[in-house]
């Protein structure tokens, strides 16, 4: 997963909070999946309006050293189509 | 429990595990089975619901809408619409159309009968709908045994309906017996045919199936041959229904838990609220959708769920290694063989449930309530028939 990249939640998709963190079902592939604690939901309810992963990560005040880990739920959540990728658009202006 | 999931995402934080967070409850079901009426034209065997009749004091259309309406506030992302025959409801579609047009998907189950090339195409104009043909054998010899004559023809002829109208990928669902378990990949085969997705699930000896379960349900060597057959074949759906096989050695995929009252449950045809659709009876019923704060307030409040929602004792399986895994099995199959839901599951693959079965007396068993078995039905000892033979239950 590149980090740069911007990504949103599919719009098919919805969030359910829940104790542990919230549930999210694709209406599309009809997958549903659990987001497993209240941090990975406030990184992905902050996708669509930051510029790139990293910024939502940051926005959510997830320490760098536990980057890795939200890396590869967020993977995962890309996999099954939760989240997209925003084609053409990133990050880095540069 | 009926759910079939796409695996968690990673956990990131360290603490409970899903399972205990799931055992807890959830602030609304993930799986919820909605019957939207008693009366079927078939007579199945195994009828979890004993449907026959239609109850006259079934939900109406506005009480449907109504319900609707909650679970779209409580973001029950989808239901399982079954019956009975659902069909059979003058407004059936009135009902589904509103769901699927108010963000509550619907996925369907139907033996069939009524789904002509019309109605295929009605269903294939709607988004978030899954249409699932309940079919119990590869055969009709096999199938018609356990859900009637003619059954397996009308089944055949609503797949090349539903494949016709382009409907897309369905479902075909069928209960595990003694005597379709050596059909299995026979079913693959007829589902590859129509690109259709397996689902297979347990027997439990829930409403008609108090009768017929002792005849029906699969042998020892059976569970193992299915267990062994469901482990090489981690796409085929199973709600999660076969977790007391988990025992045997390497877990199902799954939760493996009973999620009655905790992510499951029922509302039936007149609007009761049931722990799980395989315990219709008294003891399992939660409140109604009629009552004060409707649905919400049953699935939020009730005295029942948040009983089930304590953590279990493992009861009489305290000492089994494989309870981590099996977690003494289903309630709803426990209860209906009078067992204690401490007991460990009927088929319990250790058999540590032999000798406790046989400590029943004899008619000291519940009987499901309510029964809307049409009146020829009622009462009467259900005849299994195979290959020529009658089979009397007991
Ligand atoms: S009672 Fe049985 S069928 Fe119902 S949710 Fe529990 S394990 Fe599943
Ligand atoms: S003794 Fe209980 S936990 Fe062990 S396998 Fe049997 S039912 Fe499952």
Same mark, same amino acid.
């Given at each position: 997963? *590149?980090?740069?990249?911007?990504?949103?939640?599919?719009?098919?998709?919805?969030?359910?909070?829940?104790?542990?963190?919230?549930?999210?079902?694709?209406?599309?592939?009809?997958?549903?999946?659990?987001?497993?604690?209240?941090?990975?939901? &406030?990184?992905?309810?902050?996708? *669509? *309006?930051?510029?790139?992963?990293?910024?939502?990560?940051? &926005?959510?005040?997830? *320490?760098?050293?536990?980057?890795?880990?939200?890396?590869?739920?967020?993977?995962?959540?890309?996999?099954?189509?939760?989240?997209?990728?925003?084609?053409?658009?990133?990050?880095?202006?540069? | 429990?009926?759910?079939?999931?796409?695996?968690?995402?990673?956990?990131?934080?360290?603490?409970?595990? /899903?399972?205990?967070?799931?055992?807890?409850?959830?602030?609304?079901?993930?799986?919820?089975?909605?019957?939207?009426?008693?009366?079927?034209?078939?007579?199945?065997?195994?009828?979890?619901?004993?449907?026959?009749?239609?109850?006259?004091?079934?939900?109406?259309?506005?009480?449907?809408?109504?319900?609707?309406?909650?679970?779209?506030?409580?973001?029950?992302?989808?239901?399982?619409?079954?019956?009975?025959?659902?069909?059979?409801?003058?407004?059936?579609?009135?009902?589904?159309?509103?769901?699927?047009?108010?963000?509550?998907?619907?996925?369907?189950?139907?033996?069939?009968?009524?789904?002509?090339?019309?109605?295929?195409?009605?269903?294939? #104009?709607?988004?978030?709908?899954?249409?699932?043909?309940?079919?119990?054998?590869?055969?009709?010899?096999?199938?018609?045994?356990? %859900?009637?004559?003619?059954?397996?023809?009308?089944?055949?002829?609503?797949?090349? @309906? /539903?494949? $016709?109208?382009?409907?897309?990928?369905?479902?075909?669902?069928?209960?595990?017996?003694? @005597?379709?378990?050596?059909?299995?990949?026979?079913?693959?085969?007829?589902?590859?045919?129509?690109?259709?997705?397996?689902?297979?699930? %347990?027997?439990?000896?829930?409403?008609?199936?108090?009768?017929?379960? @002792?005849?029906?349900?699969?042998?020892?060597?059976?569970? %193992?041959?299915?267990?062994?057959?469901? /482990?090489?074949?981690?796409?085929?759906?199973?709600?999660?229904?076969?977790?007391?096989?988990?025992?045997?050695?390497?877990?199902?995929?799954?939760?493996?838990?009973?999620? #009655?009252?905790?992510?499951?449950?029922?509302?039936?045809?007149?609007?009761?609220?049931?722990?799980?659709?395989?315990?219709? @009876?008294?003891?399992?019923?939660?409140?109604? !959708?009629?009552?004060?704060? $409707?649905?919400?307030? !049953?699935?939020?409040?009730?005295?029942?769920?948040?009983?089930?929602?304590?953590?279990?004792?493992?009861?009489?399986? #305290?000492?089994?290694?494989?309870?981590?895994?099996?977690?003494?099995?289903?309630?709803?199959?426990?209860?209906?063989?009078?067992?204690? /839901?401490?007991?460990?599951?009927?088929?319990?693959?250790?058999?540590?449930?032999?000798?406790?079965? #046989?400590?029943?007396?004899?008619?000291?068993?519940?009987?499901?309530?309510?029964?809307?078995?049409?009146?020829?039905?009622?009462?009467?000892?259900?005849?299994?028939?195979?290959?020529?033979?009658?089979?009397?239950?007991?």
């Amino acid at each position: 997963m *590149d980090l740069q990249q911007r990504y949103r939640l599919h719009p098919q998709v919805a969030l359910r909070p829940e104790p542990f963190g919230a549930l999210a079902y694709h209406f599309g592939n009809r997958r549903l999946s659990f987001l497993r604690s209240p941090e990975i939901l &406030a990184v992905v309810e902050g996708l *669509d *309006d930051a510029t790139s992963v990293a910024a939502a990560l940051e &926005a959510a005040e997830i *320490d760098a050293g536990r980057w890795a880990a939200f890396e590869r739920a967020l993977a995962t959540l890309e996999e099954s189509e939760m989240i997209i990728a925003v084609a053409g658009e990133s990050g880095c202006a540069a | 429990m009926p759910l079939d999931v796409a695996a968690p995402v990673g956990r990131v934080t360290k603490g409970e595990t /899903l399972v205990d967070q799931m055992r807890a409850g959830l602030d609304a079901p993930i799986c919820l089975t909605w019957e939207l009426t008693y009366a079927c034209n078939l007579a199945c065997v195994h009828c979890l619901s004993s449907s026959g009749r239609r109850d006259p004091r079934e939900l109406s259309t506005h009480e449907c809408f109504a319900v609707v309406d909650q679970l779209r506030d409580m973001q029950v992302f989808y239901v399982n619409i079954g019956g009975g025959e659902p069909m059979l409801r003058r407004d059936f579609f009135d009902v589904v159309e509103y769901a699927t047009t108010n963000q509550v998907g619907v996925k369907f189950s139907t033996n069939g009968t009524y789904l002509d090339p019309a109605a295929a195409r009605r269903l294939a #104009a709607l988004d978030y709908l899954d249409v699932q043909i309940s079919l119990d054998g590869a055969t009709a010899e096999v199938n018609d045994a356990v %859900r009637g004559d003619g059954s397996f023809r009308a089944a055949i002829a609503a797949m090349d @309906h /539903l494949a $016709g109208a382009g409907v897309g990928p369905f479902k075909i669902s069928l209960v595990v017996t003694r @005597h379709n378990v050596d059909q299995l990949d026979g079913y693959v085969a007829l589902a590859d045919r129509y690109g259709a997705q397996l689902r297979v699930t %347990r027997l439990r000896p829930s409403g008609r199936g108090v009768g017929s379960w @002792h005849d029906l349900h699969p042998t020892q060597a059976q569970q %193992r041959q299915l267990y062994r057959w469901l /482990l090489d074949r981690p796409n085929v759906l199973t709600g999660d229904s076969f977790f007391h096989l988990s025992a045997l050695g390497d877990p199902l995929p799954g939760l493996n838990l009973c999620g #009655a009252g905790r992510v499951v449950c029922l509302i039936d045809p007149v609007g009761d609220v049931y722990a799980c659709p395989f315990v219709i @009876h008294d003891e399992f019923r939660a409140g109604s !959708v009629r009552d004060d704060g $409707g649905f919400a307030a !049953v699935w939020r409040r009730s005295e029942l769920f948040s009983s089930l929602r304590e953590p279990d004792s493992p009861g009489a399986c #305290a000492s089994c290694g494989s309870y981590d895994s099996c977690q003494g099995g289903c309630m709803a199959a426990k209860f209906f063989v009078g067992l204690d /839901l401490s007991d460990p599951d009927p088929e319990c693959v250790h058999d540590h449930a032999a000798p406790l079965l #046989a400590a029943v007396a004899p008619g000291s068993t519940p009987q499901s309530s309510p029964d809307h078995s049409r009146r020829a039905a009622a009462g009467v000892p259900v005849t299994l028939r195979r290959s020529g033979t009658a089979v009397r239950s007991r």
